[in-house]
């Protein structure tokens, strides 16, 4: 079990341009999460797919967007970037929508916008 | 809303002692869970210990243990016999029956010292 892969690991963009993010799941999950983890805080919800569409959202811009295929993988994307939306980003896993179900989470992609 | 509070940004323990972690949080929901998660160097969070609020019995896995104090809101975890290993981020977060996600404290970085 490979558990759950994300990609890239690195990643440098310029200020305004735009990047994709990928998660893999655990196998046998069905629902993925995508947290941003700034340096030195906790990670902080940006939203949530379950069945291919986006069940919850945090206090994200609509510049954040993200997409989950039939195979349950999913995207993170953001467009326009800003020097802020430099952190660690990290993709969770976990078998439906219970609250205390446990996720599984990837190593994450360090992006860095300059 | 929910909250989640961790007051020590720093903590370190000699190898084989025990040590405390403390969180506090707040929600207005009745139903609703709450994680200890570590995050190593390598970046990949990994869970620690979960607590069901029905539940009065404080959660145990191993050397790990928690004490749930419902009406003050606190959840501290418990390291007995601290291994070199245990050397991590460690962070609170709470979940719940309307805000599915996790919300995460600020986290508190342990060391282990030999």
């Known amino acids: 079990d490979a558990g759950v892969t994300q990609s890239p690991t690195h990643l440098i963009k310029t200020r305004g341009q735009q990047v994709t993010l990928r998660c893999s799941p655990k196998?046998?999950?069905?629902?993925v999460s995508w947290y941003q983890q700034a340096l030195g805080q906790g990670p902080q919800f940006i939203f949530q797919y379950y069945e291919e569409e986006e069940r919850q959202r945090g206090n994200f811009p609509d510049r954040f967007s993200g997409h989950q295929f039939p195979n349950y993988s999913s995207e993170l994307n953001v467009n326009a970037l800003l020097l802020g939306d430099s952190a660690l980003y990290l993709c969770a896993s976990s078998l439906g929508l219970q609250p205390n179900t446990e996720a599984f989470f990837g190593q994450g992609t360090r992006l860095t916008v300059v | 809303a929910q909250t989640v509070t961790q007051s020590q940004p720093e903590m370190s323990v000699q190898e084989a002692e025990t040590v405390t972690l403390s969180c506090t949080y707040d929600?207005?929901?009745?139903?609703?869970?709450l994680f200890w998660y570590k995050q190593p160097p390598s970046r990949q969070m990994i869970l620690v210990i979960r607590q069901e609020a029905y539940k009065q019995q404080n959660a145990t896995e191993n050397r790990f243990s928690v004490n749930f104090q419902k009406a003050a809101k606190s959840f501290s975890l418990k390291i007995s016999d601290s291994q070199l290993g245990d050397t991590a981020m460690y962070f609170c977060a709470s979940a719940d029956g309307s805000a599915r996600q996790l919300t995460f404290g600020s986290g508190t970085q342990l060391t282990v010292l030999p």
């Open positions: 929600t207005s929901e009745s139903n609703y869970y």
């Open positions: 196998s046998g999950h069905d629902t």
